[in-house]
């Protein structure tokens, strides 16, 4: 009988000290990154694979010093990452991130806020991504009782994103012409236009030839407070005679050709626009679908006015919705364009003219001017 315990308590510590299987299938948390401002912040865990994942809430103790918090359970998974020490930040919402395997299965995320006032999680795919998006309080100081005036109306601040950049060149046209350096000249011409004319502040989300992940786009004008986030891109096709211009807005969609194209730009496949379908329908972004509606509208129609105009006819193909991984999340009127076809011979030249560069930055700084005239009327009303 002792021998038969003595085996037993024998098994039961081999089997707490060997790893069991869902250990060594776990998915792994192999990064982390945010970008925050004084009342948002993004953070974004980079995973190995699909994961299940609880996030909760911890209210601020006061008497205890501590902070309100947001926990997140990543459940199967485990650590791959250096968290021997908190992730500060200094950039005015969140305080520091702090994580660890808080079981063998199961890796916490704890986030220690300065203010919170809510909060949005959804998991992005091809890479696996869960992305946390926080507004912080507002400041009580800045509303127009305490200052006894209205807020700034229309357009007071532009984030224009040339597209791709760094190792992602974008779509190839004929002779090697590369999508990321013609809409970053573009929009390094739009920014200074809009400065100039306007005098709008204008932020990009690149200005040189460097990587930067989609979800970080929408980020950058979330913490600028932005009015605007404009998307520029070129188009591409395997038929090298399409040609034309589409503007987009974000939403979901069954058109074929949309959900190509989106496959494309997000880098990623069918499957995940699915997931996205379902991500948007959980999102708050509705209360600004008109905004970019209007603000798709103006773009679109003044590039095939003024492009045609000046150079000839160009082909409208229209404005349309699609599944953009850049749009989601943004709290502001946003948009894509998609200017020409790179892949068309005849567009590809036309793209590389500067001559050709400036009426397409006159047809943007017109569709937003107008896009912003109409904002004053509204409000006025």
């Given at each position: 009988?002792?021998?038969?315990?003595?085996?037993?308590?024998l098994?039961a510590?081999?089997?707490?000290?060997?790893?069991?299987a869902s250990?060594?299938?776990?998915?792994?948390?192999?990064?982390?990154?945010?970008?925050?401002?004084?009342?948002?912040?993004?953070?974004?865990?980079?995973l190995?694979?699909?994961?299940?994942?609880?996030?909760?809430?911890?209210?601020?103790?006061p008497?205890?010093?501590?902070?309100?918090?947001?926990y997140?359970?990543?459940?199967?998974?485990r650590?791959?990452?250096?968290?021997?020490?908190?992730?500060?930040?200094?950039?005015?919402?969140?305080?520091?991130?702090?994580?660890?395997q808080?079981?063998?299965n199961?890796?916490?995320?704890?986030?220690?806020?300065?203010?919170l006032s809510?909060?949005?999680?959804f998991?992005?795919?091809d890479?696996?991504?869960?992305?946390?998006?926080?507004?912080?309080?507002?400041?009580?100081?800045?509303?127009?009782?305490?200052?006894?005036?209205?807020?700034?109306?229309?357009?007071?601040?532009?984030?224009?994103d040339?597209g791709?950049?760094?190792k992602?060149?974008?779509?190839i046209?004929?002779?090697?012409?590369?999508?990321?350096?013609?809409?970053?000249?573009?929009?390094?011409?739009l920014?200074?236009?809009?400065r100039?004319?306007?005098?709008?502040?204008?932020?990009?989300?690149?200005?040189?030839?460097?990587?930067?992940l989609?979800?970080?786009?929408?980020?950058?004008?979330?913490?600028?407070?932005?009015?605007?986030?404009?998307?520029?891109?070129?188009?591409?096709?395997?038929n090298p005679?399409?040609?034309?211009?589409?503007?987009?807005?974000?939403?979901?969609?069954d058109?074929?050709?949309?959900?190509?194209?989106?496959?494309?730009?997000?880098?990623?496949?069918?499957?995940?626009?699915?997931?996205?379908?379902?991500?948007?329908?959980?999102?708050?972004?509705?209360?600004k679908?008109?905004?970019?509606?209007?603000?798709a509208?103006?773009?679109?129609?003044?590039?095939?006015?003024?492009?045609?105009?000046r150079?000839?006819?160009v082909?409208?193909?229209?404005?349309?919705?699609?599944?953009?991984?850049?749009?989601v999340g943004a709290?502001?009127?946003?948009?894509?364009?998609?200017?020409?076809?790179?892949?068309?011979?005849?567009?590809?030249?036309?793209?590389?003219?500067?001559?050709?560069?400036?009426?397409?930055v006159e047809?943007?700084?017109?569709?937003?001017?107008?896009?912003?005239?109409?904002?004053?009327?509204?409000?006025?009303?």
């Amino acid at each position: 009988m002792v021998g038969k315990v003595v085996w037993t308590t024998l098994i039961a510590l081999v089997c707490l000290l060997l790893p069991d299987a869902s250990w060594a299938n776990a998915a792994l948390l192999k990064g982390l990154r945010h970008t925050s401002s004084q009342s948002y912040t993004r953070v974004v865990m980079e995973l190995s694979a699909e994961i299940q994942y609880e996030a909760q809430v911890l209210k601020a103790n006061p008497a205890k010093g501590l902070p309100p918090r947001i926990y997140v359970d990543l459940f199967g998974t485990r650590l791959a990452m250096d968290a021997s020490r908190p992730m500060a930040s200094q950039d005015g919402l969140l305080r520091q991130v702090r994580v660890g395997q808080f079981s063998q299965n199961v890796v916490r995320v704890v986030l220690d806020m300065r203010s919170l006032s809510e909060y949005r999680a959804f998991l992005l795919a091809d890479p696996y991504r869960l992305v946390i998006d926080i507004r912080g309080q507002k400041d009580k100081t800045l509303t127009p009782s305490a200052k006894g005036k209205e807020p700034p109306k229309g357009v007071r601040k532009i984030v224009l994103d040339p597209g791709h950049g760094g190792k992602d060149p974008g779509a190839i046209g004929p002779g090697g012409i590369a999508e990321k350096d013609i809409v970053l000249s573009i929009a390094k011409r739009l920014a200074h236009k809009l400065r100039k004319e306007m005098g709008v502040k204008v932020v990009l989300t690149r200005e040189n030839d460097s990587s930067l992940l989609l979800e970080d786009r929408a980020a950058i004008a979330n913490a600028e407070n932005a009015d605007l986030f404009i998307s520029i891109h070129t188009n591409a096709s395997p038929n090298p005679r399409t040609r034309g211009i589409e503007t987009y807005y974000l939403n979901n969609t069954d058109d074929e050709a949309s959900m190509r194209l989106a496959e494309r730009e997000n880098g990623t496949s069918r499957r995940s626009l699915s997931d996205l379908q379902f991500i948007l329908s959980d999102l708050t972004q509705s209360s600004k679908l008109e905004d970019s509606i209007s603000l798709a509208h103006h773009l679109h129609t003044s590039m095939v006015a003024l492009i045609g105009k000046r150079h000839g006819e160009v082909k409208d193909l229209g404005i349309k919705k699609a599944l953009f991984h850049v749009l989601v999340g943004a709290h502001m009127a946003s948009a894509l364009a998609e200017i020409l076809f790179i892949t068309n011979q005849t567009e590809a030249r036309q793209l590389e003219r500067k001559a050709y560069q400036e009426t397409i930055v006159e047809a943007l700084y017109q569709g937003i001017k107008k896009y912003h005239e109409s904002t004053l009327v509204a409000k006025n009303l």
